[in-house]
């Protein structure tokens, strides 16, 4: 009966996350955008208005999708959906893999706003694009799998609940 209770909290966080995730990017946005700022205005004179940084002449909008809310929800999908993490090492996991992708993220907004002032539009579009199709994602997987070996995950996201739900209907 514990097993169920555990996969039912975690569906019902994993829901509750989905009905929430508005009020999250309200709270990873600032936590994105302002330090991203601050680093680049060490460098460079700008301002930033609401949700764009006015550089040198360009506008560089934050947008909803800059703040790499996807990759926060990801990671804390493959946590929930990962039997046998505890309630205590689930929150551990979540904290390191979310500072991890944040660090990274104003990293990447960064050094894309050095590479527009550098080296112009073009590069900074095709950079961009690499970024948004194919490193976002791979970091995320480098990240999953840092969390696994730290916190000595043995169990396969979703598969293992599919099995043990599995094993315990047909026994």
Known sequence: MKYYKNIIL??????????LYGFFHKIIF??????AYFFIKLG???NMIN???????????IIPACVAGMA???????????????LNESFKMFFIGAGLILAMNI????????????????????????FWNFVSGVYVAIVWIYL????????????SDIKELYKRINS
């Not at 926060?72 to 505890?86: D, E, M, Q, V, W």
């Open 30 to 35: 600032p936590l994105t955008a302002y330090p």
């Open 148 to 159: 696994v070996k730290k916190f000595k995950v043995e169990n396969i996201p979703l598969i």
């Open 107 to 130: 990293l990447r907004i960064d050094l894309l706003i050095f590479i527009l002032m550098e080296f112009g539009s073009d590069l900074f579009e095709k950079t961009h694009m690499i």
């Open 51 to 61: 949700d764009a940084i006015f550089i040198g002449g360009n506008m560089v909008n």
């Open 44 to 46: 460079y004179p700008a």
């Open 72 to 86: 926060y929800s990801l990671l804390l999908f493959l946590i929930l959906f990962t039997r046998g993490i505890s």
């Open 10 to 19: 975690r569906l019902a966080f994993a829901i509750l996350f989905v009905n």
